[in-house]
C-alpha cells in the first residue's frame, strides 16, 4: 500500500463519518412521497419467422417474436435531484437485488429514493420479467446453495466469517438463496449492454449502478451511451477491458483463470468521460490460496486495480475503494443489502456529492 | 337471457355509475405517499443433493436447490385499507400485467393503492423473477406474437376490432409483446397454490385477483387458505373445478376442448365461504365459429357460467360479469390494462364496497 493509497483512504474514512452524521440527523423517517412509478420494456428486437399467418390455424409461420429486451420499473420521489440512478444485477439475479435485503430491511432501491433519486431497477435481457430470449435455452435446478454461500463471501460454508455482515438467523439465507433466478438464454453483454444504452436513451442522462457480473456491461453501456454520467461499481467480477495491446497477464486463480479483454483504444478512451467508482468488500485473501470461494475475489481486486490505472494512465477519473482499507469490515459480495448497507450508501452518497452528481 | 340477468345487469349499470361519480369527484390525484414497500420470496422447497460438499472442489454433491417460491412485492399506502389485494398474473405473463399499461398509464397496481389497499404483486413459481424451478424446462424464443394478438382478442390480426379498448399506437403493441416472459419450469396449478397460500398466511387476510390461467390456483387457493377473503378473477381460462359426479360434458372450440376438472365434494364446498366475481371482456362469439382466438373464449364463457352455477346452487355466492351485458363495450383479455381500465376498477369498488371488503 503506497503513501497515496493511504491518504485517499483517511480522506474516504472521513467523508463515511462526515457523511454518517449528516445523514443520521437528516434521513428522512416515515413515509416515502412518490410522484410517479411505473415499468416498461425497453431495447430488443423483433424475429420474424417466414411464411404467412393462418389465424385459425396458426403455427410459427408468418408469425414474430419480441425478445432480448431489458424490463425496468421506476420511482420518481416527490422533488427528485436531477439524475436518476439506474440499478443494474449480477449474475443469478434480477433487480430483486436491490429491493428489501435478505433480513428484510430497506435496499438501496428505496434508500436512494429517500435521498431524492429517481431510481430505475432493471431485469437484464433473458432474466426475470425480461425472459423472452431469442435465443432458446435451458433451465436447470442446479444444485449451488454451498458454492454461493463460499462465492458469494458469507463465509467458508457451512460457517459464517467472524465478522461477516451478514444476519445469521436462518430466515435471511432462505431469503437470500431465493433471490437466484436463472438465465432464460445464453449470457450476452452485448445484449445486455445495447439494451441498457437503449433504457439512458430514454431516461436521459443518469448514474449506472452495476453489481458483480453487471460490471462488464457497464463499461460498454458507458462507451455506447453518453447518457452515463457516473458508474458507481459494486464487485464488479469479470469483463475487465484494456485498450489493444495494453492487457495485462491472465490471472489464474483456485477459482479459474480471470482474463482481461481488448477493446480499440478509442472505444477504451470513451471510459474517461466519466468518473467511476468501484467498491469491494471483505474476506479476500492477500496471497493465492486453495480456499476456492476467496481466491476468485483475489484475482478480480487485482484485475480491477489494473483496470483503474489503465483508466486513470489515460487521463480517466476512477477509484477502488477496498472497504476494509477504509475500516469497513465483514463486507460479502452483496454490499448493498449487507447489515452496514446504509453505511455503504453513505459512502456512495459522499463520492456523488464530491462528483456534483448528487 | 332470463329476467334475474337483466334486473342484475341494470344493477352492475347503476353501480358503475355510481361508483364513477364517486370516484371522479374522489380519487385522489398527485403524489402516492406510501407506508412501506419491498419485496421477499415465499413457499417453496429446498432439493438436496447426496454426498459431501467440497468447498474447494464443488460438484453437485452435497449442494442443495430453493425452488417452486414465488416473488412478491408490496406496497402499503398511508392510513390502508384492512384487507390487501394480491394480485397473480396469468400464462406467459408476470406481475408486470397489473403495473403500467402497455399505453402508459397507471395499472391495477397502482389504481388501487390510489384507493387505499395494501397490494402485493406476484411473479409465481417458475415465471419472472421466481425462476428457480425444481423441474428442469427449455426456453425456446417461441413466434406468438400474432396468435396472441387473435387470442387475447385485440382483433383478428393484423385488424383491431372496431370497438377495441387498446390504443393503437405500435408502441403500445411492441410493450404488451414485450411483456410476454416464459415458464422456466413446468406449469404446475399445485405448486402455484402452494406457493399462493402460503403468501396468504404470511400476509393474512387478504381479497385474491386472479387473471386467466391464474383462475384455476386461485380456486384451489381458496379452499387452502381460510385466509383468502373474495376472488375477483378477470377472465380466468382454465382450471374450472367442480364436485366429483358433478362434472358438465367438455366443450369443444376451434381453439381446443375445455374440459373441466374434479375435486371431492368437501374440498368444492370451501369455495362457497367467500364472495367471487369474474369479469368477462367483449367479442365473444354466441354460436361456435372457426374463427380460433374468440371461440376459444366462447366456451371458457360458458363453462365459467356453469362453474358459478354450481357454486352457488352449493350455497356460494359467485356471480360472473359479461361486461357488454352490463353495457361495457371492447375489453381484450386484459381488461386490467385495457383502456377503460379505471371503469373496470370502478366495477371492482362498487362490488368490493357491497361485499364490505373495501
Known amino acids: 500500500m503506497n503513501i497515496t493509497r493511504i491518504l485517499y483512504g483517511v480522506g474516504v474514512a472521513m467523508a463515511t463519518l462526515l457523511a454518517g452524521c449528516a445523514t443520521q440527523a437528516t434521513r428522512p423517517l416515515g413515509p416515502l412521497v412518490i410522484e410517479s412509478q411505473g415499468s416498461f420494456a425497453v431495447g430488443g428486437v423483433v424475429k420474424h419467422t417466414p411464411g404467412t399467418y393462418d389465424n385459425n390455424k396458426p403455427t410459427s409461420a408468418g408469425q414474430s417474436f419480441h425478445g432480448d429486451h431489458l424490463y425496468a420499473s421506476y420511482q420518481v420521489p416527490q422533488h427528485a435531484k436531477a439524475l436518476p440512478i439506474v440499478m443494474l444485477h449480477g449474475a443469478f439475479q434480477s433487480a430483486r437485488s436491490w429491493e428489501t435485503t435478505s433480513d428484510g430491511r430497506e435496499g438501496f432501491q428505496t434508500l436512494f429514493l429517500r435521498r431524492g433519486f429517481p431510481v430505475y431497477l432493471v431485469d437484464q435481457p433473458r432474466r426475470g420479467r425480461a425472459g423472452n430470449s431469442t435465443v432458446a435455452a435451458s433451465t436447470e435446478p442446479a444444485p449451488n446453495d454451498q458454492l454461493f454461500f463460499d462465492q458469494f463471501r458469507i463465509g467458508k460454508w457451512p460457517n459464517y466469517f467472524d465478522n461477516v455482515q451478514f444476519d445469521r438467523r436462518p430466515e435471511t439465507l432462505n ?50 451511451s453518453p447518457n452515463v454520467k457516473a458508474i458507481v461499481a459494486f464487485e464488479p467480477g469479470s469483463g475487465f477491458i484494456f485498450p489493444q495491446g495494453e492487457l495485462p497477464a491472465v490471472m489464474p486463480s483456485a477459482a479459474g483463470t480471470l482474463a482481461p479483454e481488448a477493446v480499440s483504444l478509442a472505444d477504451f478512451l470513451k471510459l474517461t468521460r466519466v468518473p ?54 465483514g463486507n460479502t459480495h452483496f454490499l448493498m443489502s449487507d447489515l452496514n448497507n446504509v453505511q455503504i450508501a453513505d459512502l456512495v452518497s459522499a463520492f456523488l456529492i464530491e462528483k456534483k452528481l448528487d
Open 175 to 224: 431469503q437470500f438463496l431465493r433471490s437466484v433466478t436463472p438465465n432464460t438464454g445464453p449470457y450476452d453483454a452485448g445484449v445486455i449492454a445495447d439494451a441498457i444504452s437503449a433504457l439512458f436513451d430514454k431516461v436521459g442522462p443518469a448514474i449506472l449502478f452495476t453489481h458483480s457480473q453487471a460490471g462488464g456491461p457497464g463499461w460498454l453501456t458507458a462507451m455506447k
Open 276 to 329: 467511476i467508482v468501484i467498491y469491494y468488500g471483505d474476506n479476500f485473501p492477500v496471497e493465492p490460496t486453495s480456499e476456492r470461494g476467496q481466491d476468485n475475489w483475489r484475482v478480480r481486486l487485482a484485475m480491477a486495480r489494473r483496470w483503474v490505472a489503465a483508466v486513470n494512465r489515460h487521463g480517466g477519473d476512477a477509484r477502488l475503494v477496498h472497504l476494509p482499507e477504509v475500516g469497513v469490515r
